[in-house]
């Protein structure tokens, strides 16, 4: 082909594609004169003034279609847009068929761009950048989402395919045309807004807002934007309506955190916690203002004195108050686990703010496990044991809820009045998973006793046979000493009765078992007695020990006075006092008169038996009259108890440290036993360096003659 057969085969291929592009038709001719002449030119080293050609003619009627862009007005200008855009698309796709030979061999050993690329950068720089539409585009664009933003109806589909135009010519294209000044002026709109709200809104209201606006922003890059902005206009929204105003939204008057905590907003706490969640800091400052509100309610209760005179009511409270932030936790914090540590952090702190904690502890245990959980299911029961148990885990001092749940056991057992043997069982199961077998063996040990001394009771019956069968019914709990919290009391003076029956026991138990020692607990003993009163009203009267033996003295007096009675009974004063209170002075239980009358027992008081007592009931229980929390007195001698149990755990760990370390200084020693001691109790710091004194003292350590604060273990 010569040099001007082929400039004529260009001329003659060029001006139908140029009809091709202005109008956006299908060529005139058939398609394959226009690929076989095109294959011609390349092939014959014309492909550059091909190329050259496509330009020039591509660029002159893309100004022609900028023109007639320019011209529309109002809704039109996008419309026409993108009906240009699309009409150019399917000519560059026509074109780029016919060009396949020169887009696979010319361009490519040229490094030109591809034809399609080049149909797409001209489109760029002559339409979309043109002086007169690329300003008049972009805030068409952001009318338009200010538009929608304000609540006016508009073409989505539209917006969609000018969005895909601005993508289709490049990513950078959408991001400085469109996306960079969407999210600027984004950021103006919902700075302003925001304000607005938090001006007029209550918490609650302003965050639903927030979500709404943030579901606007996602709902509309799905509709019309690309993907990619998704997170850069979500960050908008959460900055300055979220971010910006956190701390007034969560201490907002009446609506704050605290408000929606106290009033059970698991809603509003549920979209706080989301909306907050999305943001930098966010939890962090939800954790902190619920822990300072949870820590502030909490001292608040272990510091009342009215709700500490029930210490049943007081334990309920915490759990109901762990049992509410429990359920915020779950319903609306997402179960969080920061939150629920928070939570645990916070109730370890103020129930150890209260010194008496574990024996209120032990005090609710006791009567749920005495009559709180009769007809209860096994399951409910279950439930309330593991609220008890994880009040347990917050005790630092855990030994001290040992020794209350010690003897409020020991009563429950020996008094016949727990409600439920397999309770009894499981929370000492509990007890020992969390605790080790050290802390429950005693607690087993006293549920062992209580089994062995039923069949030592069959079989002294057996023994004796009709020798004791007209006299009084005698029931002897023998238990193990160390195992109970008994303490040495001296032995009331029994009657004739009971003393008899006690020897014969005394006489079998010793006879059947060698090397053992048996001293009564009258302290802590219950008996029947059935007694007949005026008009021959009869009457079963289930009282203690000490109350059996002040009634049995009217059997041959109908009074006695109060000096009479303790000498005849030696009974300890303050137990006299409480018992002859329980059956003198309580109205409905007043098998005894008290003259003078006064709701106190006094050393001059005399007592008559009250033949005129009437009840409706034939069995009567007559409790004695005692506090249910324990009195000062009682509470320093538990303490004391407790202080001198933990001597020998500290000394024990101190010698076990050094065992294995050998050398050790006093930092170090007092650290790594207070890591051993924290799952019983923390130990004082003074107290564990007083037990190293006195394991100095006794030789099994020694000071390092050089360095005063360095340990040595002396094997």
Known sequence: MAPMDCLAYSKALLKPLAFSFASGSSLPTCDTWYFRNAYNMVLHKFGEKLYSGLVSTMTLHLKEISKSIEVAQGASFLEELNRKWADHNKALQMIRDILMYMDRTFIPSTHKTPVHDLGLNLWRDNVIHSSKIQARLRGTLLELVRGERTGEIINRGLMRNIMKMLMDLGSLVYQEDFEKPFIEVSADFYRVESQQFI????????????????????????????????????????????????????????????????????????????????????????????????????????????????????VQQLLDERDKHDKIISFAFNNDKTFQNALNSSFEYFINLNPRSPEYISLFVDDKLRKGLKGVSEEDVEIVLDKVMMLFRYLQEKDVFEKYYKQHLAKRLLSGKTASDDAERSLIVKLKTECGYQFTSKLEGMFTDMKTSQDTMQGFYAAMGPEIADGPMLTIQVLTTGSWPTQLSAP??????????????????????????????????????????????????????????????????????????????????????????????????????????????????????????????????????????????????????????????????????????????????????????????????????KRIESLIEREFLERDKVDRKLYRYLA
């Open 492 to 689: 009331c003076n029994l009657p004739s009765e009971i003393l008899g029956l006690c020897d014969k026991f005394r006489t079998y138990y010793l006879g059947t078992h060698t090397g053992r020692r048996l001293s009564w607990q009258t302290n802590m003993g219950t008996a029947d007695l059935k007694a007949t009163f005026g008009k021959g009203q009869k009457h079963e009267l289930n009282v203690s020990t000490y109350q059996m033996c002040i009634l049995m003295l009217f059997n041959n007096a109908d009074m006695h006075g109060y000096r009479e009675i303790e000498q005849a009974m030696e009974i300890p004063a303050s137990d006299l006092k409480r018992c002859l209170q329980s059956l003198a002075c309580v109205k409905g239980k007043n098998v005894l008169r008290k003259e003078p009358m006064s709701k106190d027992i006094s050393e001059d008081d005399s007592f008559f038996f009250n033949d005129k007592f009437t009840s409706k009931l034939y069995k009567i229980k007559i409790g004695t009259v005692v506090a249910q929390k324990e009195s000062e007195p009682e509470k320093q001698e538990t303490r004391h108890r407790v202080e001198e149990d933990r001597k020998p755990q500290i000394e024990a760990a101190i010698v076990r440290i050094m065992k294995s370390r050998r050398v050790l200084d006093h930092n170090n020693i007092v650290a790594e036993v207070t890591k051993q001691m924290q799952s019983r109790f923390l130990p004082n710091p003074v107290v564990i360096k």
């Open 199 to 314: 001006e007029c809104c209550d918490c609650g209201d302003y965050l639903k807002k927030a979500e709404k606006r943030l579901n606007e922003e996602i709902e509309r890059v799905s509709h019309y934007l690309d993907a990619t902005s998704e997170a850069k206009i979500t960050k908008v929204v959460e900055k300055e309506m979220i971010e910006n105003h956190m701390s007034r939204l969560v201490h907002m008057e009446n609506s704050g955190l605290v408000n929606m905590i106290m009033d059970d907003k698991y809603d509003d706490l549920g979209r706080m916690y989301s909306l907050f969640h999305r943001v930098s800091n966010g939890l962090s400052i939800l954790r902190d203002v619920m822990t300072s509100h949870i820590r502030e309610i909490g001292k608040q209760l272990v510091t009342d004195t009215e709700r500490l005179k029930d210490p049943v009511g007081f």
